[in-house]
């Protein structure tokens, strides 16, 4: 059985000096028929070692429910990894990872006044239960029982958020607890060290860049044992409106080199980004909010389709002058395939189609997603409105984009992004529906922000007054059977579903770009590929070759605005994730 213990220098693994030459890979980024060929490639870079966060809030929807199977299926990602791979394994509770809510389950933000990641009763409750939930399966992972786990860490960069010593002793304790009987470790930027540090427990560092000068300053903070880089930035992630981060791979392989050469064991953030399928990205926000997009490229080494990039040789190279490497060639990007101009021929109007996919609750004032028990997606809420005439809306929270109709008739928009509250409109008859429809653009995942409820909060005032009474509609959209299509040649303007068929001979990946399209999500055989939007950077969503089928395929678009007029799209065998310059 592997057993990884800690001297005054560094690792030993069963004995022998070790160092972690890792890499992250999210098996929740990745579609789960694809985790084998991700883990191949990481071993031919020549790593030893492939790390993951796992998404509490995936795993444990419910307080009563617990999902490990399918594409959560833990278990089966960690036998794959141990075909030639160690395992860093980083459970949360919370994760950041540019994720929704940095993986806290939204259920938790019902309760008004908690505080997540503190003392609070009602959370430290609610993580010992999801530990136990999740550790009990995966103690024969653990190299004390002869699995692939070496090490396991202990909250998430707790430095940048608290200092409180006892609830990461409560964390650590409850990991043990579980049967976690393998080293620990946390990881802070190096300014937050010493507040996220815990007692017996190895620190690493987090940074991508002055390697040196932040590992002696690791070393001056801890004279003794091994020297770690838990997340070594070699990319960056992308948000809506900006540019299309990359980083010039000889400069980080320079980093790398003077990493290394200190005799310090590394992990690379990330070695293969992969995707926010679905609604899962999530957003910062510092004095604005900013949400993420679907794509996790991250300008890895593994693009986001798992194909080498510069970086992958880049980084082999350097690799290859410190510890042995596989002979193996580079391996070649995979088949793409391109099917261009399919027709969307059939559409359902959202607001006359809600009803159809989703009851309603009624209520006094509008619900939050977290009352109504809802992750991701839209509420749709609805009231009526007395007078007919010019009217003033005014909602104190928008969370975090609200479309506004009135009798069906686009009124405005309202972005918490933009930091707007008000909108004025004409209410055309005594007893006119003010429809308002809300989406989820992904809660913060990082900082204080992480209390994101989402919806419409606080006071919602029409001319001043509170409306009588709301009708309050989740519409999560996991599924889609129950959507009205009908064959139509118009081109609805306001929120609609299309969808149109296609026909593959052979499934390979591809990128569905979306030119003329506004903004939406989309969704292939019922596979949630994601949120698109014109404002960039991303123009383009990856589609997994495993998603398609020999023979026909369906594609259904939600488009939140208007689309082209044609309402056609293009499978690509390129993808376009948008400019690197501003």
């Known amino acids: 059985m592997p057993d990884l213990q800690m001297d005054k220098a560094g690792f030993l693994l069963d004995g022998r000096p070790f160092r972690f030459l890792s890499g992250g890979l999210h098996y929740f980024r990745v579609h789960p028929e694809q985790w084998a060929d991700r883990l191949h490639k990481a071993r031919l870079m020549g790593l030893n070692t492939v790390e993951t966060y796992v998404p509490w809030n995936l795993h444990q929807p419910r307080p009563d429910r617990f999902v490990l199977d399918g594409g959560l299926d833990l278990p089966r990602f960690l036998d794959l990894a141990a075909e030639g791979l160690h395992v860093l394994l980083r459970p949360g509770p919370y994760i950041c990872a540019e994720w929704e809510g940095g993986g806290l389950p939204s259920w938790l933000l019902a309760e008004p006044d908690i505080r997540l990641r503190t003392r609070d009763p009602r959370f430290l409750a609610a993580v010992d239960d999801y530990f136990s939930r999740l550790l009990t399966p995966l103690r024969p992972y653990l190299a004390s029982q002869g699995g692939p786990v070496l090490a396991v860490q202990a909250e998430n960069e707790y430095g940048a958020f608290g200092d409180d010593t006892a609830y990461m002793e409560h964390i650590a304790g409850s990991l043990?607890?579980?049967?976690?009987?393998?080293?620990?470790?946390?990881?802070?930027?190096?300014?937050?060290?010493?507040?996220?540090?815990?007692?017996?427990?190895?620190?690493?560092?987090?940074?991508?860049?002055?390697?040196?000068?932040?590992?002696?300053?690791?070393?001056?903070?801890?004279?003794?044992?091994?020297?770690?880089?838990?997340?070594?930035?070699?990319?960056?992630?992308?948000?809506?409106?900006?540019?299309?981060?990359?980083?010039?791979?000889?400069?980080?392989?320079?980093?790398?080199?003077?990493?290394?050469?200190?005799?310090?064991?590394?992990?690379?953030?990330?070695?293969?980004?992969?995707?926010?399928?679905?609604?899962?990205?999530?957003?910062?926000?510092?004095h604005t909010y900013r949400p993420t997009v679907t794509s996790y490229d991250y300008d890895s080494p593994l693009d986001e389709a798992g194909a080498p990039a510069a970086k992958f040789t880049a980084f082999r190279d350097v690799i290859a002058k410190y510890a042995p490497v596989p002979s193996d060639p580079v391996p070649?990007?995979?088949?793409?395939?391109?099917?261009?101009?399919?027709?969307?021929?059939?559409?359902?109007?959202?607001?006359?189609?809600?009803?159809?996919?989703?009851?309603?609750?009624?209520?006094?004032?509008?619900?939050?997603?977290?009352?109504?028990?809802?992750?991701?997606?839209?509420?749709?809420?609805?009231?009526?409105?007395?007078?007919?005439?010019?009217?003033?809306?005014?909602?104190?929270?928008?969370?975090?984009?609200?479309?506004v109709f009135v009798d069906g008739q686009p009124a405005g928009v309202l972005?918490?992004?933009?930091?707007?509250?008000?909108?004025?409109?004409?209410?055309?008859?005594?007893?006119?529906?003010?429809?308002?429809?809300?989406?989820?653009?992904?809660?913060?995942?990082?900082?204080?922000?992480?209390?994101?409820?989402?919806?419409?909060?606080?006071?919602?005032?029409?001319?001043?007054?509170?409306p009588a009474a709301w009708t309050n509609r989740p519409l999560p959209l996991t599924a889609l059977e129950d959507i009205p299509f009908a064959?139509?040649?118009?081109?609805?303007?306001?929120?609609?579903?299309?969808?149109?068929?296609?026909?593959?001979?052979?499934?390979?990946?591809?990128?569905?770009?979306?030119?003329?399209?506004?903004?939406?999500?989309?969704?292939?055989?019922?596979?949630?590929?994601?949120?698109?939007?014109s404002r960039g950077p991303q123009r383009s969503l990856y589609v997994p070759a495993p998603v398609l089928r020999a023979g026909t395929n369906e594609l259904v678009v939600l488009e939140l605005h208007a689309g082209p007029r044609g309402r056609t799209v293009d499978f690509r065998d390129a993808p376009d994730l948008g400019p690197t310059e501003e």
């Open 176 to 286: 043990r607890r579980c049967g976690v009987d393998v080293p620990l470790f946390t990881c802070d930027q190096p300014v937050d060290l010493e507040r996220g540090a815990l007692p017996g427990v190895l620190a690493t560092a987090n940074f991508g860049s002055r390697s040196a000068e932040h590992l002696a300053e690791l070393r001056a903070k801890r004279p003794e044992g091994p020297l770690m880089t838990s997340e070594f930035w070699i990319g960056w992630f992308d948000r809506w409106g900006a540019r299309h981060v990359v980083r010039d791979p000889d400069e980080a392989a320079r980093e790398l080199d003077e990493l290394l050469a200190t005799g310090a064991s590394v992990n690379f953030y990330m070695f293969h980004g992969g995707t926010n399928f679905g609604f899962t990205n999530g957003a910062n926000d510092k």
């Open 415 to 466: 972005e918490r992004e933009n930091h707007e509250h008000a909108l004025a409109f004409t209410v055309p008859r005594a007893g006119g529906v003010l429809s308002i429809l809300v989406e989820n653009q992904g809660r913060v995942n990082y900082g204080q922000g992480i209390h994101d409820r989402k919806g419409l909060l606080g006071a919602v005032l029409v001319d001043g007054a509170e």
């Open 332 to 403: 070649s990007p995979g088949a793409k395939l391109a099917v261009p101009a399919v027709a969307l021929t059939e559409s359902a109007e959202l607001l006359p189609s809600a009803a159809a996919l989703a009851s309603h609750i009624d209520s006094r004032q509008p619900l939050t997603m977290e009352e109504l028990e809802q992750d991701f997606g839209f509420v749709l809420y609805e009231t009526t409105l007395p007078l007919r005439g010019p009217a003033l809306l005014e909602i104190e929270h928008v969370r975090d984009r609200a479309q």
């Open 487 to 533: 064959a139509t040649t118009a081109t609805p303007v306001g929120p609609t579903f299309h969808r149109g068929a296609f026909d593959v001979t052979e499934p390979a990946d591809t990128f569905l770009h979306l030119d003329g399209w506004t903004k939406g999500n989309a969704w292939v055989n019922g596979f949630p590929l994601g949120r698109y939007w």
